[in-house]
């Protein structure tokens, strides 16, 4: 079992910046994807960002070149730092992480990924 903990979110204002952290702990597999989830009332989990074991990483055309994926392996500790923050990014945003690697063109769909945190508001203000 893999516990995962987000922290990070809060209200800023359009424009402005936030770094969301993502605790794991518990069973540490080999090989595996971790990705930042976000999701509105109403409307599906949005896959953000991804990064594997191995460092590649992939992104949603909404936040390239504005969010940036990363782990810190050695405290076990994800981190999306958003940058250029507008209202479209307002969102409960989830920590995600996968039992084995998919297909890289599947890193940014929900159906990969096992095990799941509960979530850290972002909420940004025009």
């Known amino acids: 079992q893999v516990q995962l903990v987000e922290s990070g979110g809060g209200s800023v204002q359009a424009g402005g910046s936030l770094r969301l952290s993502c605790a794991a702990s518990?069973?540490?597999?080999?090989?595996?994807?971790m990705a930042w989830f976000r999701q509105t009332p109403g409307k599906p989990r949005e896959g953000v960002a991804a990064?594997?074991?191995?460092?590649?990483?992939k992104y949603a055309d909404s936040v390239k070149g504005r969010f940036t994926i990363s782990q810190d392996n050695a405290q076990n500790t994800l981190f999306l730092q958003m940058n250029g923050l507008h209202s479209d990014d307002t969102a409960m945003y989830y920590c995600?992480?996968?039992?084995?690697?998919?297909?890289?063109?599947?890193?940014?769909?929900?159906?990969?990924?096992?095990?799941w945190g509960q979530g850290t508001r972002v909420t940004v203000s025009s």
């Open positions: 990064i594997d074991t191995e460092g590649v990483t």
């Open positions: 995600a992480q996968s039992i084995g690697m998919p297909n890289p063109l599947w890193y940014l769909s929900s159906n990969e990924y096992t095990y």
């Open positions: 518990g069973y540490t597999y080999s090989h595996y994807v």
